[in-house]
């Protein structure tokens, strides 16, 4: 009896292992295959990336690629913030893209930026956001939703790090709610946790970036109102190839694509205003 | 130093060891004595914890306690209150998430207690409750106590789940764990390495203290 179960456990053991071997061995066939066909090394280079870029990125990665196949790129999402603790110890990124042009620039006096590679790229936006069941009809309410008796959660990001929470804080300041919803704030860890928390109902409203707002997988599941541009503090986004990078080049190129007209186009798409306009 | 996080902290970790010995004492008896074929599944069930990520538990957690899901609304409708962001919110979480540090330890404390004198009880007529109470209890003490302390210990420490669910709320949901984060990437080094360190002094005497008691209970490693 015994006996038997171990030769079927034996089994399934194998299977497994030849499931995985099958599956590896798929994988990396055909990339072998384009390697070998365009002569070329491909290259991978290493980008951390505001959470807002979430989407806008994606689409940039996937435009660029079209254009230059033999470089890849792979990317963390994160907190800006979080991002420039992990990169002051020289975290293994070739670029960074943050959504506060202040850490890039405080990272590149302290001498880990590639020489010159400082760039803007964005202005972000900020929108009030309700799931799209919501009683609340933002677009009429504007800035007083936050105020709606429904309402008892405010999602925002974390103001101590994540540079869309500062910016929501400011702008609630200075339209006059942040006195009667401070005790209702609850804060993401950045501005997409900011967003699941509204998505998932357990916020009724939140402060989010309107690239998110507008990304594909959101995009009707919710209404939004966009907070005027003179409420808070101008959201410079900017960022910089990291000094200690091995793909100096691949990173130039897709800094300058992400500042071409056709980067351009992408973020304007995603809701993002561009530097100079 | 933020002594308002390690307060909510500490209180958090108390009440989840308490509710913890409530719930894990019955679980952990009916896992050492039930016949049940299918008591393999509710081993696995509680061992989940241990292997799935606190973030699958977080997620999960916030769907669950959420004003969408029936728990949610229930509880909405009965006290007035919401789950998410609030204590009580985190407090479930907690348990969930500390539950076989709890159970096992318990468990394998029943089991180790002599068969024959709990055989030996219920023939001389004593209840399966007073045994347990009178009998069992008192036998598996050191890994009674283990259980509770590595709960209290495990919630202290707890992170990912309560960066799930707690949406940081100083004295409701920003634990002490969730407050060194928040330093670290605000660049609060010093605060952050502060906290950090008595954090590590708390979590060692715990464990030192408890383990220098097992020695004296001469108890096998309950763990195992």
Known sequence: MRQSRRNVLRRFFYAGLFGT??????RSQPQNSLESGSQSIRRTIRVAAAADLKFAMDELIRAFHHEEPQIAVTVSYGSSGNFYSQLSSRAPFDMYFSADVSYPRRLAEQGAAYQGSEFAYAIGRLVVWVPA?????????????LRHPSVRHVAVANPKHAPYGRAAEAAMRSLGVYETVADRLVYGENVAQTLQFVQSGAAEIGIVALSLALAPSVHGQGHYWEIPLDSYPRMEQGGIILKWTQQAEAAQSFRSFALAPAGRQILKNYGFYLPEE | MDWIAIGLSVRLSLWT???LL???LPIAYWLTFSKRRWKFLVEALVALPLVLPPTVLGFYILLAIGPKSPVGRFYTETTGWVLPFSFQGLLIASVLYSLPFAVQPFASAFKSVDRRLIEASWCLGVSRLHTF?????????????TGMVLSFAHTLGEFGVVLMVGGNLPGITRTVSISIYDEVQAL?????AQTSLLLLCISFLVLAVTYGLQRRFSAAWPMS
Do not use: R
Request: charged share 10%.
């Open chain 1, 21 to 26: 071997s099958l599956a590896c061995s798929n």
């Open chain 1, 133 to 145: 069941g919501s009683p609340i009809d933002v677009a009429k309410m504007k800035i007083e939703a």
């Open chain 2, 17 to 19: 060891t308490f509710i």
């Open chain 2, 22 to 24: 409530l719930v894990g």
């Open chain 2, 133 to 145: 109470w009178h009998l069992i209890v008192p036998l598996s003490q050191p890994g009674l106590i």
């Open chain 2, 188 to 192: 609060n080094y010093e605060a952050a």
